[in-house]
């Protein structure tokens, strides 16, 4: 089961207890953000896509969306979200509980910009109804990221210039 994978995974850095375990669906960002009490920007969805025939998750936040081109500058390719069958199978979470705790061997985490602008941020922890709480610092830690990129839109604060 996916929830005790990245049980086990957190475990071991002492992180098991602050996994929250709903009795609803957390398996969007909107119910995610509903089962937590939060806005739903802080929920640091996990997505999908596949790289040169490799699984690789981005981490992001909850109103952010890829960026295409941003994408295609940063892996040399355009961007091919996994199937949902391709995601159990090469991820080893299913989708609603996709994230970046107890993946499989080969998996590369990415961490969008998108995240830093909160101290704390919420990740699945490998099922639908599942969440755990962590500081940015946290994430990185034990998210096993390789780097930060920023490959997603909609989230950064539109300046607006005043009439003239």
Known sequence: MSLERAKVYLEQY????????FPVSS??????????????????KTLSF???GQAVLIVAAGDAKIDNPAY????????????????????GHAVGGVCPFGVKEGVSVY???SLRRFDTVFPACG???SAIELTI????????YREWVDVCKGWREETVQPEA
């Open 137 to 144: 610092p946290e994430l990185e830690r034990y998210s096993g």
């Open 27 to 44: 398996a969007t960002v909107e119910l995610a953000a509903q089962a937590l009490c939060c806005e739903p920007k802080r929920i640091a």
């Open 111 to 113: 961490l969008d910009e």
């Open 72 to 91: 295609k500058a940063c892996f040399h390719t355009k961007a091919k979200m996994l199937t949902p069958d391709e995601v159990e199978e090469m991820v």
């Open 14 to 21: 002492g992180l098991g207890e602050r996994i929250q375990e």
């Open 50 to 52: 596949l790289v040169d």
């Open 127 to 129: 099922s639908s109804n």
